[in-house]
């Protein structure tokens, strides 16, 4: 089992740091061209394969905490690794492949909405509120709040995520706004991961601390919150259809 665990810590460490570094590339770089397409790409399938390996990992943890976290042993009780390492990443792993496929449809069918509505992505919604509200019951049985305020998010994006599928005419460049919110938020996601869970090998304390998980949030909401200015913008410049009736 520990093999195992090493291996997927290896292949999310590899596919993490890819995402991490073509996260940036669509980012800051001119939105709809060919490079903003194929790093884009690049980022949603190594987040898809990074979240997939935290999955793995989040599995093994539960099976055995002590087994998978060795150099953990005598610091922490079981409940407590279980808790942080088995569900709290188990929920992350699923937001994070939930987020990427999401944001990744949601540009494939910007002009056909309801190709939206697969039966992956519309199950994808459901589980990853289910493993939000587990985190949270885990985290105050542990009596670690920052499970249930992280378990929010998780709830937040299923709701949200729902809301758009479920409509059945979105306004124009809506799409574009759930894209965004949802990859960037995969990006939140991976650079969470490097600060917070990898900061467990070397000072453990610190994969709890308020800061390794609220840089990364506070830096990905002003990207969506300042991208989303700019699609409104965009949306206002459009010119709008005549009135019925009225003069062409």
């Not at 390492?85 to 188990?90: D, K």
């Not at 459901?126 to 998010?153: E, F, R, Y």
Request: proline share 5%.
């Amino acid at each position: 089992m520990y093999l195992a665990f090493e291996t997927l810590i290896a292949l999310h460490i590899l596919t993490g740091t890819t995402a991490a570094i073509a996260f940036w590339v669509p980012v800051v770089g001119r939105k709809g061209g060919e490079r903003h397409r194929k790093w884009g790409k690049v980022f949603t399938l190594c987040m898809l394969a990074t979240g997939g390996f935290a999955i793995g990992m989040s599995l093994l943890t539960l099976l055995d905490p002590f087994v998978t976290h060795p150099h953990l042993e005598g610091r922490f009780d079981a409940p407590f690794l279980r808790g942080i390492f088995g569900w709290l990443m188990l929920h992350m792993g699923i937001l994070t492949v939930n987020l990427a496929w999401y944001g990744w449809l949601a540009v494939l069918n910007r002009r056909d909405h309801a190709a939206n509505r697969t039966t992956l992505n519309m199950a994808l919604q459901p589980l990853v509120i289910v493993a939000a509200l587990n985190c949270a019951v885990q985290g105050w049985l542990i009596g670690q709040h920052l499970m249930i305020g992280l378990a929010v998010v998780g709830v937040a994006t299923g709701v949200t995520n729902l809301r758009f599928l479920l409509r059945a005419d979105p306004p124009a460049l809506e799409w574009q706004r759930e894209h965004l919110k949802a990859l960037v938020g995969a990006g939140i996601s991976v650079y969470t991961a490097f600060m917070a869970f990898g900061s467990v090998r070397i000072i453990p304390e610190l994969a709890l601390h308020p800061g390794m998980w609220g840089i990364p949030l506070v830096t990905g909401v002003a990207i969506i919150l300042y991208q989303w200015r700019k699609i409104a913008r965009q949306r206002g410049a459009r010119p709008r259809a005549p009135a019925a009736g009225a003069p062409a």
